[in-house]
């Protein structure tokens, strides 16, 4: 890991996550959600930014059941889907 | 060494002092005696006049030779008080380095430290840059004697910096009793290490579980768009994010610093 004995290359350190861990699904209560993401991840060839909504709907699946602390969206760096829906709104 | 060259030289002028000293007891005797005899007359016309003026200011020379060792003295103290701040400025170097250097690494981000000032409002406001694709592929590990089957459940994600990702592992405890596993991950390229930014994982905390038991366990990340105006980055498409489960014994933990 960082053990490497070359004197001044850089080495890898770890950092803790940013809000710590998640606790463990023991009883797969989103199981379906993360189904449906590697479904959608698979057919558009493992390309992120067209399963982002099934990755919210995930999270949101953990929120609610507890597994996950409640924050807004645009702190998870979902913004771009949230202001989607309210232009939508709008447009209506 | 330059002690018994000093010693030499001042023996020698002790024993000239003495011999001086001798002679003009001898010659005082003598002229008490009445004697002023004229080989005492020519042994005194005969010595050098420099013996004569050293013999007549025999004290003074002696007041010199006293000073002369007073101003050794001084410089010897002098030089001593300065070898000594000399060391004991270095040991105090030696302790200050430890914090300096910390410093130091913070500021330029060398040795791969984490650079101050991460905060996660940086998330909120970062914008994606759409043209650089990065390829993240995944990689799990276990211990030798962790007996768990740990596995990525996508072998790679194509993203950009400043978008959030969520990928997924899958491990199974597939013993009859329960097991209590602990990860880290590494990020190769080393470099690209700072910028991979986690936001939630299962990673440096105990995880258990039950016989039998499988869990699915997501990791919530981005790439720091400041990826993107690195110049040693430039030529990075791939990042390899790897995970190694060890298992957890009582009482053990990983030593990650500042992680408590």
Redesign the interface.
């Known amino acids: 890991?960082?053990t490497a004995m070359n004197f001044g290359s850089?080495?890898?350190?770890?950092?803790?996550?940013?809000?710590?861990?998640?606790p463990?699904?023991?009883f797969?209560e989103?199981?379906s959600f993360?189904e449906t993401?590697?479904r959608c991840?698979?057919e558009s060839?493992?390309?992120?930014?067209r399963c982002?909504e099934e990755?919210k709907e995930?999270?949101e699946c953990r929120m609610d059941r507890q597994l996950?602390a409640k924050e807004p969206f645009?702190?998870?760096?979902?913004?771009d889907l949230m202001e989607k829906p309210a232009e939508e709104n709008k447009a209506e | 060494m330059l002690l018994p060259f000093l010693l030499r030289g001042c023996t020698a002028k002790h024993y000239v002092q003495q011999a001086l000293s001798s002679t003009r007891l001898c010659v005082n005797y003598c002229n008490i005696r009445g004697l002023a005899t004229s080989s005492g007359q020519l042994f005194l016309r005969r010595t050098p006049q420099r013996f004569l003026n050293q013999s007549r200011g025999a004290k003074t020379h002696k007041r010199k030779h006293q000073n002369q060792e007073d101003d050794w003295k001084k410089r010897n103290k002098t030089v001593l008080t300065y070898i000594a701040a000399a060391g004991v400025g270095m040991i105090g170097l030696s302790y200050a380095a430890v914090p300096l250097y910390r410093l130091y690494c913070q500021a330029t981000g060398?040795?791969?430290?984490?650079v101050a000032g991460h905060n996660?409002?940086h998330?909120?406001t970062?914008k994606?840059i759409r043209d650089r694709i990065i390829k993240v592929t995944f990689n799990a590990d276990t211990h030798a004697s962790m007996q768990w089957n740990f596995r990525p459940?996508?072998?790679?994600?194509?993203?950009?910096p400043g978008?959030?990702?969520?990928a997924?592992y899958k491990a199974r405890n597939p013993t009859d009793k329960p097991v209590i596993g602990i990860s880290?991950?590494?990020?190769?390229p080393?470099?690209a290490?700072q910028y991979f930014?986690?936001?939630?994982?299962?990673?440096?905390?105990e995880?258990?579980?039950?016989p039998h038991?499988e869990?699915?366990?997501?990791v919530?990340f981005?790439i720091d768009p400041e990826f993107d105006d690195d110049p040693r980055m430039a030529r990075v498409d791939t990042i390899t994010l790897s995970y190694t489960f060890f298992e957890a014994k009582e009482g053990q933990r990983l030593p990650?610093?500042?992680?408590s």
Do not use: W
Not at chain 1, 74 to 79: H, M, S, T, Y
Not at chain 2, 184 to 188: D, F, G, L
Not at chain 2, 197 to 205: A, L, P
């Open positions: 890991m960082s850089k080495s890898f350190r770890p950092r803790p996550p940013d809000k710590g861990a998640f463990l699904d023991h797969g989103c199981k993360k993401y590697m991840l698979r060839h493992f390309d992120n930014s982002r990755s995930y999270l996950m645009e702190k998870l760096g979902f913004k | 060398l040795g791969g430290t984490a996660t409002d998330v909120e970062m994606p459940q996508q072998s790679e994600i194509y993203l950009v978008e959030t990702a969520l997924f880290t991950y590494n990020v190769v080393f470099e290490g930014n986690k936001i939630q994982c299962f990673c440096f905390e995880q258990r579980l039950n038991e869990v699915d366990m997501p919530f981005y990650v610093p500042g992680y």
